[in-house]
């Protein structure tokens, strides 16, 4: 899992320790993730599955896009689609995922970096691996997260943002055995380059065996880590949680992780995604790629794609820009 690595965590800046008056959050909930398969066929776990929209909010869905060794031939991504009324955050922690929209916005995101859609009022895009990618096979594993945008900003102009693997902020954890990548948001006084509509905070820590984390997380904030790999503990009370898990934290001021003493040998390590937002407290309607707030406005995506609205995908180099029929059959 690179991601994003160093060779001397001890030279970074350490997370400052919780003041005497810190109230640790504790574990409401930890949730497993069932397995499914996104677009074209590639496997993910469904991070948030069966956890309350409340307690996920501003976030909606979130999944873990392998991790997968793919075969030659084999890579797979998603056709041409639709989304509406909020963003999509895809991090790559290893392979290559090319993306292309019909705003314009698009390019090839590999080890460690984000990149930021906003659908805003509506977008076409396409997310698939290179050509290259599909004929060598290779790892592949990456995020999606999708945040939800309150019904003030569910019309804005859509936008893309590139996030650099080297432009992450990176923290140590008090005792220097974790690692915290910080994407969006910030934790303490550092500051991720994600820029976001809606407060929120994205980590991805990777800690050592025995490590332990305690990150200062806004009180305002909703809090949330789910386990990329590894096993661990969350919470003070140490609550048993592993790869394919998630666990939601009530209030408080502070997050703690640990990472067991004994990893299994393919998974060294744990690593963690931390997020966290001001909830947006709106009504919710979601179906398939649409987030909106009323099912009224849902039927009105699906409508609006079905006639053109939400954008068209762009004319490929040598193909026709209408459709081309044959009435000639070639048969016989
Ligand atoms: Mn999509």
């Not at 490590?211 to 386990?227: C, K, M, S």
């Amino acid at each position: 899992m690179p991601a994003v690595t160093v060779t001397d965590i001890t030279a970074l800046p350490r997370i400052a320790t919780a003041g005497p008056g810190a109230v640790p959050r504790p574990v409401r909930t930890v949730t497993s993730a069932p397995s499914g398969f996104e677009g074209e066929g590639f496997p993910v776990r469904r991070a948030f599955a069966g956890v309350p929209l409340e307690h996920l909010d501003p976030f909606v869905h979130m999944d873990q896009m392998g991790e997968v060794e793919y075969a030659p031939g084999e890579p797979k991504g998603t056709a041409w689609h639709p989304h509406r009324g909020f963003e999509t955050v895809t991090y790559m922690l290893d392979g290559i995922m090319e993306h292309a929209d019909s705003n314009g916005g698009g390019g090839v995101i590999t080890n460690g970096d984000t990149q930021w859609m906003t659908a805003g009022g509506g977008i076409l895009h396409i997310e698939a691996p290179p050509e290259h990618l599909v004929v060598s096979g290779g790892l592949f594993h990456g995020v999606q997260l999708w945040v939800n945008l309150p019904r003030s900003r569910k019309w804005s102009p859509p936008r893309y943002q590139d996030i650099r693997a080297g432009e992450v902020a990176l923290l140590a954890s008090d005792d220097g055995g974790v690692l915290v990548r910080v994407i969006a948001g910030s934790v303490g006084d550092q500051h991720g380059p994600g820029s976001t509509h809606t407060p929120i905070t994205i980590a991805h820590a990777t800690a050592s065996p025995g490590a332990q984390l305690t990150l200062p997380w806004r009180p305002d904030f909703n809090a949330l880590v789910y386990v990329l790999a590894g096993e661990g503990t969350v919470g003070v009370e140490q609550r048993p949680i592993r790869k394919g898990q998630l666990a939601v934290f009530g209030p408080g001021d502070t997050i703690s992780v640990a990472a067991v003493t004994g990893q299994a040998s393919h998974e060294p390590e744990l690593d963690v995604l931390v997020l966290g937002g001001r909830p947006i407290r709106e009504p919710v309607a979601w179906m398939g790629p649409f987030v909106m707030n009323t099912r009224v406005e849902v039927v009105q995506a699906f409508e609006d794609f079905q006639a053109g609205r939400l954008g068209t995908i762009p004319a490929v180099h040598n193909t026709p820009t209408e459709v081309v029929e044959s009435s000639r059959s070639e048969q016989g």
